[in-house]
T-cell receptor, first 111, second 111 residues
Framework: LAKTTQPISMDSYEGQEVNITCSHNNIATNDYITWYQQFPSQGPRFIIQGYKTKVTNEVASLFIPADRKSSTLSLPRVSLSDTAVYYCLVGPNSGYSTLTFGKGTMLLVSP | DVKVTQSSRYLVKRTGEKVFLECVQDMDHENMFWYRQDPGLGLRLIYFSYDVKMKEKGDIPEGYSVSREKKERFSLILESASTNQTSMYLC??????????FGPGTRLTVT
């Protein structure tokens, strides 16, 4: 499974756009990129998944360059409730999935 | 939305006890997983199952066993609980081609 590297922590203010970048240099051809959000004492929650280019949903956007060796999760206009740990995962999306979670990025949003 | 439920949010057990953690999902998912989460170590996969009565070891299976007699239910068993098994335990389920959905977690304390 491809290893991922992301910042340990990030700080932001309410209303700002936050971009969290994840490096995955050894991504395989059949790997997808998935992001999760986790609040304290809760299970991780799926945010978004993509394979290439750009994916957008009601919560976030995911930008993946052509070489797929990195990806950027973009959270528009964050609020205090977006304070959480964000995990970037890379793995195959067929067969049984055993995504490996790294340490994640702790995002702190301040007023 | 997929609902993954875990039998307890908080559990306190004594060293040497046999402990059962139950997980149920309501969306007919093929895959089910057990993770543990510890500060500084992130989420680590204990076991996963891709079908009834099928199981595979994850990264840290020692001291644990699992049971999947029905598709919707996946049990984690601590044969003889030890203090180093004090942790947050997270169950998840997924379709073959999707990232896992997590339950709320069980915080287990072994004294």
């Amino acid at each position: 499974l491809a290893k991922t590297t992301q910042p340990i922590s990030m700080d932001s203010y309410e209303g700002q756009e936050v971009n969290i970048t994840c490096s995955h240099n050894n991504i395989a051809t059949n790997d997808y990129i998935t992001w999760y959000q986790q609040f304290p004492s809760q299970g991780p929650r799926f945010i978004i998944q993509g394979y290439k280019t750009k994916v957008t949903n009601e919560v976030a956007s995911l930008f993946i360059p052509a070489d797929r060796k990195s990806s950027t999760l973009s959270l528009p206009r964050v609020s205090l409730s977006d304070t959480a740990v964000y995990y970037c995962l890379v793995g195959p999306n067929s067969g049984y999935s055993t995504l490996t979670f790294g340490k994640g990025t702790m995002l702190l949003v301040s007023p | 939305d997929v609902k993954v439920t875990q039998s307890s949010r908080y559990l306190v057990k004594r060293t040497g006890e046999k402990v059962f953690l139950e997980c149920v999902q309501d969306m007919d998912h093929e895959n089910m997983f057990w993770y543990r989460q510890d500060p500084g170590l992130g989420l680590r996969l204990i076991y996963f199952s891709y079908d009834v009565k099928m199981k595979e070891k994850g990264d840290i299976p020692e001291g644990y066993s699992v049971s999947r007699e029905k598709k919707e239910r996946f049990s984690l068993i601590l044969e003889s609980a030890s203090t180093n098994q004090t942790s947050m335990y997270l169950c998840a389920s997924s379709l073959v081609e999707a990232g896992p959905s997590f339950g709320p977690g069980t915080r287990l304390t072994v004294t």
